[in-house]
């Protein structure tokens, strides 16, 4: 192999380093929506079962 083969390879190359980044970052930028929802799911869930016990404590204190 000489010189002009493995110059022939760069562009080969860096076109598989680019489609490996941006799979990469599909991967990344997926598994991070899917905590940042499940993390916001958790906090609206405890949200709303405070105000489910809220709103029963309020019920309650109106029928006296």
């Known amino acids: ?3 002009g083969t493995i110059l022939a ?3 080969l ?3 598989f380093v680019l489609y490996l980044a941006i799979i990469m970052f599909g991967i990344w930028f997926t598994t991070t ?4 929802q499940r993390e916001r799911n958790e906090i609206l ?3 709303a079962s405070k105000m489910d ?3 029963t404590t309020k019920k ?3 029928n006296f």
């Not at 929506?33 to 940042?36: K, Q």
């Open 45 to 47: 869930s405890k949200i």
């Open 9 to 11: 390879f760069i562009p």
């Open 13 to 15: 190359i860096l076109m």
């Open 1 to 3: 192999m000489g010189n």
């Open 33 to 36: 929506l899917i905590r940042t």
């Open 53 to 55: 016990t809220y709103e």
């Open 60 to 62: 309650s204190d109106t």
